[in-house]
Each structure stands twice: as C-alpha cells, then as structure tokens.
C-alpha cells in the first residue's frame, strides 16, 4: 500500500508543481515588474476555479464510464497535460500582456484556461482515487503522505525556481517554467504506472453509481444540514487561507523592497512550516479529534494574517516572517485535519458527487479569495492612493473570514452527516407511509 500512496502523492507533486510558478513567481512579476491590475492577474490566475463544476461532472462521469477498464487514470493524465502545457507556455503570455494588452488577454485566456482545466481534470480524479485505493481507515495516511509530497515539492520547486530567476531576466523565466512543466509531466506519468486497477470489461456501471448534474449535487448538499455547513465553512477557509496566493510575493515586493528570488523564497518559507505542521498531524490524528486539529490550524492561519498586517504597518520584514510562519503553520495542521474530515463526508456509491462537490467547494473558494483580493486590493489602493493599504485591507478581510469559519466548524458532525446522507428524502417519507 505504500507504494499506492506515493505514486498517488507523485500525482499530487505534478499537478502541485505547476501552480507553484504560477502563484508564487509569475503574479509578482506580473503585478510588480509588469505593471498589470493585480485584479486581471487574480482573474487569471483563478482560471481553475471559474471551472470546479466541471468537478462534479467529471466525478460523477468516471464513476460511471471506464475507459478501457480505468475510471481515474484517463482523466488524470488528461489533465496532467493540459496542466504542463498551460504552465509551460504562461510567461511568454505574461510578456505578450506587458506588450499587447488586448491580445495578451486573449492568449492568457487560452493558456490559464488550459492549466484551469487540467487542474479540475486531474484533481478529481486523482482525489476520488485516493479515495477507493485508501479505503475509510488508511485514509489519513493516505491523505498525510500525498500532501507530504506535495508541500516538499513545493519547497524544492520554489527553492529551485529562486535559483534560476537569479539574476532576473525574462528569458531566465521562460527556462524556469519550462524545466517544472517537465519535471511535472515525468513525476505524473511515474505515478501513474500500474496505480489503478483495472475493472472488469462487463462492469462498465458500477451498481450504486448514478449519474449527477452540478443541480443535483446542489439539491444533494443543501438536503444535509452537516453537509450544506461544511460547504460554507470550506468556502470561508479556503478563501482567507488559499486567497493570499496571488498578493503575498507582491506585498513582499510592495512593502519591504524584496527582489524577484527573495519573494520566491517566501513560498519555501511557508511550505517549511506547512511541512512540519502536517507531520505534527500525521502524529496527533490518533491522539487528537480532527476537529480539533482543524481549529488548531484555522486559528493559527489567523494569527499569521493578523501579524502579517501588522507587519506591514510597522514596516518590519522580522514580523512579516513571523506571520508567514504562522500561516504555514496553521494551513498544515488545517489541510490535514480538513481533508480527512472531506474524505469522512462522502457516502459509497457516491464518491465522485461528494468529492467533486467538496473541490467545487475548494474551487470557488480560491476564485472568491483570490478575485475578492486583487479587486480589493486595485479598489482600496486607487481610493487611497497606497498600494500598501490595499494589501492591509486584504488581509484584514481573511483574517475575519477565518474567524467566521472557526465559529461554524462546531456545527460540523460527521455522525449526523452520515444519518442524514442515508435516509429517505421527505418525499420518500410520506410516499412509504402512505403506503
């Protein structure tokens, strides 16, 4: 099993890999370097997520239709390729943007749209496999091991990327980018080797899977108190934690005049203590209810956002890393405990509708966070003529996010979530006792 979960977590690192440069490298030079609306990069690098609810269609599709005796694995490399090809070829769209405005907007809708669309391709697949390979008890090894991988690779690709944009020059990145679009696609292809069992050519449906449309994934979640809760809550979290992405490299730049390699460094920062943070977890997830790890994390992100504001009103680059610490620190133990609850509220027969539904859920948080946070930034900014105070402002408004979702994760039960995902709709009710 344990060579399952690390091609699974190899799988994890490719599709990880190519949202690295895009957010940790790519949106500075873009907003900073290029002086592009931090709000059209926020669009852009929301691409994937304008697209999550083709999650739930893809979920509920493979379940249901093999092909050639694979549920998962056609769909992950699928969107594997789509990830390389979009990450590999976005700086030269950068450029063109800088250039052309017009025209740029149009490649960078082509290539963003790509990466966007290999991101869910890929990601629902991958995670509803992960899902059936686990089964309910290895799941939080599984889940420990993928992103494991994950936040590593994301310190070894930001670390390296850091390297080979020293000194920056645009042709610097281009070489950059297309070096993690090929390390991508070979990590992916080895992880994708002999992973999934093959079906049975007669069993092409399986005899509990149905097919779902992103209106009956609705109806679905918001039937389930527990359930329509946790949709909310992971929208909350994941938009404070996950929206900084596109600002944190510019605040750098902004606030405390760090170069392209120092800001790029930022993210190998954070990943270090996301790292650490998750095999904190991996140890307590016995010892320690996941919910209380969960609100461990989601109050540890909030400290990080408040000291990072903080930071940024003293001008302190030491308090700046403190919070970037803090927010590394409270992701890891928040991913974790978050992901396993995701896994624990899905019903059998169901997988690809209850996990296409949580990284719908995922999706949009990143599209809300980081739309909400370019718009507030270029709106605040122009109001006061301080690129600076927009950025506070940004992360004033995750840090009360994250409050929001502390307090509704006590309504959270997984025992209830079960109870009401097993019985009768209200209509099936009376119809049985009338009968």
């Known amino acids: 099993m344990f060579l399952k979960r690390f091609q699974l977590g190899l799988i994890h690192v ?4 190519t949202l690295v440069p895009i957010n940790s490298t790519l949106n500075r030079v873009m907003i900073k370097e290029l002086a592009i609306s931090a709000t059209l990069v926020a669009i852009l690098a929301s691409l ?4 999550a609810p083709i999650q739930v269609i893809i979920g509920s599709y493979s379940d249901r239709h093999p092909i050639f005796g694979l549920r998962r694995t056609p769909y992950i490399f699928a969107g594997l390729l789509l990830c390389v090809l979009g990450v590999a070829v976005s700086p030269q769209v950068a450029f063109l943007m800088g250039k052309h405005l017009s025209l740029g907007i149009l490649a960078g809708l082509l290539a963003f749209g790509a990466w ?11 995670l509803s496999l992960a899902s059936e390979i686990s089964g309910e008890e290895g799941r939080g090894k599984t889940i420990a091991t993928m992103w494991f991988m994950m936040i590593v690779s994301i310190i070894a690709t930001a670390i390296g990327l850091s390297r080979l944009v020293d000194p920056y020059t645009p042709g610097a990145l281009i070489r950059a980018f297309g070096y ?5 696609l070979t990590l ?6 002999k992973l999934e069992p093959r079906s049975s050519g007669t069993a092409r449906l399986s005899p509990h899977s149905e097919a779902f449309t992103v209106t009956e994934m609705t109806s679905t979640i918001t039937a389930n108190p527990v359930a329509k809760v946790f949709f909310i809550y992971l929208l909350l979290l994941l938009a404070a934690i996950l929206g900084q992405d596109v600002l944190l490299e510019p605040f750098g730049a902004e606030a405390f005049g760090m170069t392209v390699t120092q800001t790029t460094r930022i993210t190998s920062i954070w990943g270090t203590f996301v790292l650490i943070a998750i095999i904190i977890a991996g140890l307590l997830e016995r010892r320690v209810a996941k919910r209380t790890l969960a609100q461990a994390g989601n109050i ?11 930071s940024g009103m003293l001008a302190s680059k030491d308090v700046f890393y403190t919070g970037v610490t803090l927010l590394g620190l409270g992701t890891g133990l928040s991913t974790v405990a978050n992901l396993s609850l995701m896994f624990d509220l899905t019903v059998p027969g169901m997988v690809g509708l209850y996990i296409g539904a949580w990284g719908f859920s995922n999706a949009l948080s990143r599209l809300t966070g980081s739309i909400l946070g370019g718009v507030v930034r270029d709106g605040v900014a122009q109001f006061t003529g301080s690129a600076l105070t927009g950025y506070l402002v940004v992360f004033g408004i995750e840090a009360l996010m994250l409050l929001i979702a502390s307090i509704m994760l006590a309504q959270i039960d997984v025992s209830a979530f079960r109870k009401q995902a097993h019985e009768p709709p209200l209509i099936e009710k009376a119809a049985l006792a009338a009968e």
Not at 48 to 51: G, I, N, Q
Not at 300 to 310: E, P
């Open 116 to 126: 966007g669309m290999g991101y869910n391709l890929s990601s629902v697949s991958y």
């Open 14 to 17: 490719a599709v990880a890999m």
């Open 300 to 310: 540890g992100a909030l400290l990080g956002f408040v000291v990072i504001l903080v």
């Open 48 to 51: 994937p997520y304008l697209f």
């Open 180 to 184: 993690v679009a090929a390390s991508a």
């Open 188 to 193: 992916g292809l080895l992880g994708l080797i």
